[in-house]
RNA sequence: GGACGCUUAGCUCAGCUGGUUAGAGCGCUUCGUUUACACCGAAGAGGUCAUAGGUUCGAAUCCUAUAGCGUCCACCA
C-alpha cells in the first residue's frame, strides 16, 4: 500500500492535489479536448447519454477586488465547480472562467474607510495636485493585493477555474468592450445626459442609482405649516416633514380635482421664510387624502417636486450643496447641516406663527446602503441609460423579458421569474454617472459653444441656455476647449456585459498571439458564448442578472446565457444574516484549514436548494470531514486487498457481485440526472448515502467474511476473487460520482489506485 | 400599499409531475469494537407534515382563506 495511505485522512493534502491539477493544465479546455481526440475513451460502464451540447461554460462571477472571500463567494465555487467537474467527466469541452471586479463605488468606500483610520480622507487627497491619480493608483494597489489574495483562496477552495483566462474588469480589453457599448447606446439614441434629480449620499459625494438607496422606517415629525395668501386674505396649510427646506419653495401645489381650494389655483401665497411671492398651481402628483391635500412644491429637493416643476417649468431653488450643508440661497439656514436647519426652521415658523402644529409621523426614508446615511436628492447632469422610452422598452427591456418568458433563459429556482418580470416591467432609467475616482472613466468630452458654464456645475438649471458639444469616444477629439467627464461609470454597467465582455477579451489577447503562432486560432466568444449558465445569489438579480441580460441581448443579438441558478444566502446558525457588526462572519478559509475544502463545500451544498437561504452550522462540517476520513478509509480497505489481486481487470464476477455493480451504476445514474436538474442538495445526499450506508455498511461488511476465509475452497476463491473486483470497481465508480462534489478526498485516492494508465480523476469518464 | 418565499422529528433541512408503514444529517438513548475507519459499528426513541375549509378513490404534495416568520419592490409630502 501507499506509504502516505495514513489515517486518518489529512485534508492537508488539498494543497498539493490542488498545484497538480494546475500544473496538468487540464482546467483549460484546449488541452483537455486534445487529450480526449487523442485517446477516445470507451463508453464507461453505466452507458453513455447522447449530450445536448458539447461545451459547457460558466463564467464566475467577479468576486470584488476589495477584501477576502466570505462563504457567498464559498458556495458560489462550490456549485459552480461542481457542475463544471461534472460536465468536464461527461467530456464536453468545459470552461469556467474566473475573474475579479474592481467593483467601482464598494471598493472606494472600503478603501475611504482605511483611509479615515489613517487619519485621513479621500477629500484630502483630491485637494493635492494630481490628487485624483494619486487616489487612483492607491485604490489599485490596494485591488491588486486583494485580488492575488483572493485568486490564492479561490485555489484553495478546489475551484477548477481556467486561471490562465483570468479576466479583471479594468483590463484594457474589456474597458474597450465597455466603451463600445457605450458609443452603441448613444448613437442609438438609448444613453443621454441630463439634468435631474437623483439619489446623492452626502458622505460619500456621488450620486446612486435607485437599487443602491436602501430604505429605514423612521418616526419624524410632520409640520403643519400656514402659507399667507399674497392679498392678505387667508392662508393655506401643507403637510411637510421638511421645513428646512421651505426656503427653497416655488410653489404650492394642489390636486386639479380637489373642490377645497379651486379657487386658490392661480393666487399666489407667501413663503413663511423668505417672504418670496409664490403661485398656487394644480397638479395631479398631489394626493387629495394625505395630510392637507396641500403640497409645498421644492424642485431641487425632492423628486416628486422636480417632476411638478418641470411640467409646470418652475425654477429649482438649490439650497443644499454636496456636503448636505444649506448654502447662501437658504437664507437663515445658510452654513447649516439639515438637522439643524430643521430646529432653526420650527422657530422661525413659530415665530411667524406659520407653525400650525406638529404630528408624529412613520415614513420610509432613502438611505445610503453603505453608510446609512439620508439620501439627499439633488440636481445634477448625469447620464442614463434610456429603459422607459417606447424605443429603450423594443431594444432593450422587451427582449430580455421574451427571453425568460419564452424560456430561452430559464431561471431556478423559477418563482424568481416572476420578481424578473416585475421588476423588468416597472423598470426605470439607470443612472450610470458616479462622482468617484475608482472606475471606468465615461468616455465623453464637452466643449461650450455658447456662453455659459459646463453643466458639470453647482447651479446647472440657471444655466439651461449654455450650449455644449458633446463628444463620446475613447480619445480626446481634435480642437480646442474640450473638457473630459470626470464621472465614472457605475460598477453595475461593465459587470452587466461580463459574459460577452471577458470572452471578447480573450480573443482580443489571444488574436496578438496568434500572429505569432497561426496553428492555435481559437476565439472563446464563438465557443462559448451564449454560457450554459449563471450561478449567483438572487440578491444581485437586478442589479447583475436582469442587467446582463439586457446587456448582452442588446450588444450580441443573443442571451448571455441559457440558465440562472440563483443559490440562497448563507446565514448564521440562528438564520441571522452575518454581518461584521454583529461579529457571527464565517471566513471560509479557516474553515477549510480546519476540516478541508471537501467538507465545507459538502456542507454547503447538502440541504441549500435554489432561492432558498442556507444556515451555516460547523457541527455539519464536521459531519463531512468524518465523511472524507469515511471514504478514505474504504479506499484503504478496498486497495489493500484489490493489492493482493495482480490482475484485477480479467476476473469473472459473481452474479451477486454483478448486481452490486449494477445497483451502484443505477444510483449514480440518479446523482447525475439531480446535477442536470440543478438539484444539487439532493445529488449530494445520494452519493453521500449510498456510499457511506450502502458500500461502507452494508457491501464492505457483508464481504469481509469471505475476505477473510482462511483455507479458502476453490469456490471460495472464485468468490474472493470476484469480491475483490467489485470492491474496487465500486470505489472507483463512487469516487467518481463523488468527486464534483469533494475533488479533492477523491483525487487523492484515484491517485493512490493500483492501476496502470492513470492521470487524473478530475478528467476521468463520469 | 403591492409581490414573493417559508412554516415537515429537539436543531438544520429534503420530499421532483398528488399514490404503499413521511426521509436525511446533527443531536439523543442503549449496546458493541485492539485488525478500513471512534472523524467507527449495531439497534432504537422521536412527527395530528402551521390552522381551517375544499378538489380527489387518495394530499405534506393541488385550490381557497387565516395566522406567524422572513425577503423584495413602491416618489404619498
Known amino acids: 500500500m501507499h506509504s502516505d495511505f495514513l489515517k486518518p485522512y489529512d485534508h492537508l493534502q488539498e494543497k498539493d492535489v490542488y498545484s497538480s491539477w494546475e500544473k496538468s493544465g487540464y482546467f483549460s479546455p484546449e488541452k483537455l479536448q486534445t487529450l480526449k481526440s487523442k485517446s477516445p475513451k470507451k463508453p464507461s460502464s453505466i452507458g453513455n447519454w447522447k449530450l445536448e451540447i458539447d461545451n459547457f461554460c460558466i463564467v464566475m462571477p467577479p468576486a470584488n477586488a476589495n477584501g477576502s472571500l466570505h462563504v457567498g463567494h464559498a458556495v458560489m465555487v462550490a456549485v459552480e465547480d461542481l457542475m463544471v467537474r461534472y460536465w468536464r467527466m461527461r467530456g464536453k469541452k468545459t470552461l469556467w472562467l474566473p475573474g475579479a471586479d474592481h467593483a467601482g463605488f464598494e471598493t472606494q468606500v472600503v478603501f475611504e474607510k482605511k483611509l479615515e483610520k489613517e487619519g485621513t480622507s479621500r477629500f484630502e487627497i483630491l485637494q493635492k495636485e494630481h490628487g485624483r491619480q494619486e487616489l487612483y493608483k492607491r485604490i489599485w494597489d490596494f485591488t491588486q493585493e486583494n ?79 400656514q402659507y399667507k395668501r399674497a392679498d392678505g386674505h387667508g392662508h393655506i396649510t401643507v403637510a411637510t416633514t421638511r421645513p428646512e427646506t421651505i426656503p427653497g419653495d416655488v410653489a404650492i401645489a394642489v390636486h386639479p380635482d380637489d373642490k377645497r381650494f379651486a379657487s386658490w389655483v392661480g393666487m ?9 411671492a409664490m403661485p398656487v398651481i394644480a397638479d395631479k402628483a398631489v394626493d387629495k387624502d394625505f395630510g392637507t391635500g396641500a403640497l409645498k412644491i421644492t424642485p431641487a429637493h425632492d423628486p416628486v417636486d422636480f417632476e411638478v416643476g418641470q411640467r409646470h417649468k418652475l425654477e429649482a431653488i438649490k439650497t443644499i450643496d454636496f456636503n448636505g450643508r444649506f448654502n447662501m440661497l437658504a437664507g437663515p439656514f445658510a452654513g447649516m447641516k439639515v438637522a439643524e436647519a430643521r430646529e432653526e426652521a420650527v422657530k422661525i415658523l413659530e415665530k411667524n406663527g406659520a407653525l400650525e402644529r406638529m404630528e408624529e409621523y412613520t415614513h420610509q ?84 459653444t455658447k456662453a455659459g458654464i459646463i453643466s458639470n456645475d453647482q447651479f446647472p438649471i440657471s444655466n439651461k ?37 471577458t470572452l471578447l477579451a480573450q480573443d482580443a489577447a ?31 438579480l437586478f442589479f447583475w442578472v436582469a442587467r446582463m441580460i439586457m446587456l448582452g441581448l442588446y450588444r450580441t443579438g443573443t442571451v448571455p446565457f441559457k440558465t440562472v441558478y440563483l443559490h440562497g444566502l448563507v446565514r448564521d446558525k440562528d438564520k441571522q444574516k452575518m454581518s461584521k457588526s454583529k461579529g457571527n462572519v ?30 451555516y452550522d460547523e457541527d455539519k462540517v464536521r459531519g463531512y470531514r468524518n465523511f ?31 448486481k452490486l455493480l449494477l445497483q451502484c451504476a443505477v444510483v449514480k445514474k440518479k446523482v ?3 446535477i442536470e436538474k440543478y438539484r444539487f442538495s439532493q445529488a449530494a445526499e445520494e452519493a453521500y448515502h449510498y456510499v457511506w450506508h450502502t458500500f461502507a455498511d452494508k457491501i464492505i461488511e457483508s464481504k469481509k467474511e469471505i475476505l477473510n476465509k482462511e483455507a479458502p475452497s476453490i469456490t471460495d476463491v472464485k468468490k474472493q476473487v470476484s469480491a475483490r473486483r467489485a470492491l474496487y470497481e465500486l470505489l472507483v465508480q463512487s469516487i467518481s460520482m463523488l468527486h464534483p462534489f469533494m475533488p479533492f478526498v477523491t483525487e487523492g485516492i484515484y491517485q493512490r489506485l493500483p492501476a496502470k494508465d492513470k492521470d487524473f480523476l478530475m478528467i476521468e469518464e463520469w
Open 147 to 225: 485580488k492575488s489574495h483572493m485568486e490564492h483562496q479561490v485555489r484553495q477552495l478546489g475551484a477548477s477555474c481556467d486561471w490562465t483566462r483570468e479576466t479583471f474588469t479594468l483590463d484594457p480589453a474589456v474597458v474597450s468592450t465597455v466603451y463600445d457599448t457605450f458609443k452603441k447606446l448613444y448613437d442609438d439614441g438609448l444613453v443621454y445626459r441630463a439634468t435631474r434629480i437623483v439619489n446623492w449620499c452626502t458622505k460619500h459625494q456621488t450620486s446612486l442609482s435607485d437599487l443602491e438607496v436602501a430604505w429605514e422606517q423612521r418616526t419624524d415629525k410632520l409640520y403643519l405649516v
Open 268 to 276: 399666489q401665497v407667501i413663503n413663511p421664510i423668505t417672504g418670496n
Open 365 to 448: 426614508v432613502g438611505v445610503c446602503y453603505k453608510c446609512k446615511n439620508t439620501i439627499e436628492p439633488m440636481i445634477l447632469p448625469q447620464w442614463f441609460i434610456d429603459l422607459t422610452s417606447p424605443a429603450a422598452k423594443k431594444k432593450i427591456v422587451q427582449p430580455a423579458i421574451n427571453a425568460v418568458k419564452k424560456g430561452t433563459i430559464k431561471i431556478f429556482p423559477a418563482f424568481q421569474e416572476k420578481i424578473f418580470f416585475h421588476w423588468m416591467n416597472n423598470i426605470r432609467d439607470w443612472n450610470i454617472s458616479r462622482q468617484i475616482v475608482w472606475g471606468i472613466p465615461i468616455p465623453a468630452w464637452f466643449r461650450k
Open 465 to 501: 441656455d449654455a450650449k455644449e458639444e458633446v463628444y463620446i469616444g475613447k480619445e480626446k477629439p481634435k480642437g480646442d476647449g474640450w473638457i473630459q467627464e470626470t464621472d465614472v461609470f457605475d460598477t453595475w454597467f461593465s459587470s452587466g456585459q461580463w459574459p460577452f465582455a
Open 510 to 540: 489571444h488574436s496578438k498571439f496568434e500572429t505569432q503562432n497561426s496553428k492555435l486560432k481559437r476565439s472563446d466568444f464563438k465557443e462559448f458564448y451564449p454560457t450554459s449558465v449563471m450561478e449567483t445569489g438572487y440578491d444581485i
Open 586 to 615: 464565517v471566513d471560509p478559509l479557516g474553515v477549510v484549514e480546519q476540516y478541508g475544502a471537501d467538507a465545507l463545500r459538502m456542507a454547503l451544498i447538502v440541504g441549500n436548494s435554489a432561492g432558498q437561504d442556507v444556515a
Open 628 to 658: 472524507s476520513n469515511k471514504l478514505w478509509n474504504i479506499a484503504r480497505f478496498v486497495i489493500s486487498h484489490a493489492e493482493k489481486e495482480r490482475d484485477v481487470e480479467k476476473v469473472t464476477l459473481t452474479p451477486e457481485d454483478k
Open 672 to 674: 447525475a440526472v439531480n
